[in-house]
């Protein structure tokens, strides 16, 4: 496994940030911009050595070519997502709406089109990582460390959704935050450019379908009809909204 890596100010408590590119030229444009940004830096040519690097080292998030030689960025990041909520940004094809609106199926946190600026990039890693590590529930909740809504219950210190049985359901940290967000503003409408700042911290553009398709992915979590779903309501021509009570627990010290 051919693994690059960033030297320059290798202190443990910087963000590690793990690229996953075949393209040689991309690999160390990355490395160089995120070490001389701050972050520890790793980069990998494809899926096998990305399994490798795992095997070994804990990124604070990866960065995920979605053309890669074998198993692909979604074919990955569908896998990695089912044993892990490491925070990962894809890198797809400009203009291609259908490989975002995949990759975020297949659980990414965010996706960026190339080519892209790496500003742009440095950006979403920072809005990704402040997200995933901001903590779960606030305002007037702030000693919640539960929230129970319709016979599920979410646990805001594992981040573990139950359902009645105790079965233990993954969230991705998109689906995490979303989730926390309907939760943390019940029977309240919220439109698609409330959720894309309050979730993912950024503005939505015209064509942007990432909120619908998150949303349609956390229903599916929560075994929603996709026909007349009951706890996340489609309010047409406005947004969303949970229409379920809410009920916060704290637990003994």
Same mark, same amino acid.
Request: glycine share 6%.
């Given at each position: 496994m051919e693994v690059v890596v960033g030297y320059k100010r290798t202190m443990e408590t910087m963000p590690r940030i793990l690229v996953v590119d075949d393209d040689p030229e991309i690999r160390r444009l990355l490395l160089a911009y995120l070490e001389k940004n701050g972050y520890r830096a790793s980069a990998v040519a494809d899926g096998r050595e990305m399994w490798r690097f795992l095997e070994v080292s804990n990124p604070d998030l990866i960065v995920l070519d979605l053309m890669l030689p074998g198993d692909d960025g979604l074919e990955l990041c569908r896998n990695l997502r089912a044993k892990s909520r490491i925070p990962v940004i894809m890198l797809t094809a400009r203009g291609d709406e259908m490989d975002r609106i995949l990759g975020l199926e297949m659980g990414a946190d965010d996706y960026l089109p190339k080519p892209f600026n790496p500003r742009e990039l440095l950006a979403r890693i920072k809005v990704v990582l402040r997200r995933s590590q901001a903590p779960p529930y606030s305002k007037a909740t702030t000693t919640a460390t539960a929230l129970h809504f319709s016979g599920w219950r979410l646990d805001l210190l594992?981040?573990? #959704?139950?359902?009645?049985? %105790? %079965?233990?359901?993954?969230?991705? $940290?998109? !689906?995490?935050?979303?989730?926390?967000?309907?939760? !943390?503003?019940?029977?309240?409408?919220?439109?698609?450019?409330? #959720? #894309?700042? #309050? &979730?993912? $911290?950024?503005? @939505?553009?015209?064509?942007?379908?990432?909120?619908?398709?998150?949303? @349609?992915?956390?229903?599916?979590?929560?075994?929603?009809?996709?026909? @007349?779903? !009951?706890?996340?309501? &489609?309010?047409?021509?406005? $947004?969303?909204?949970?229409?379920?009570?809410?009920?916060?627990? &704290? @637990?003994?010290?």
């Open positions: 594992s981040r573990h #959704l139950t359902d009645a049985q %105790g %079965g233990v359901v993954p969230l991705s $940290g998109a !689906e995490y935050r979303l989730l926390c967000t309907f939760l !943390e503003h019940p029977n309240r409408i919220l439109n698609r450019d409330q #959720l #894309l700042d #309050l &979730t993912q $911290g950024r503005e @939505s553009d015209p064509f942007d379908r990432s909120i619908d398709v998150l949303v @349609s992915r956390l229903r599916r979590r929560l075994r929603e009809d996709p026909r @007349s779903p !009951e706890i996340i309501k &489609t309010v047409r021509g406005e $947004g969303y909204v949970l229409s379920v009570p809410v009920d916060a627990y &704290t @637990s003994p010290p």
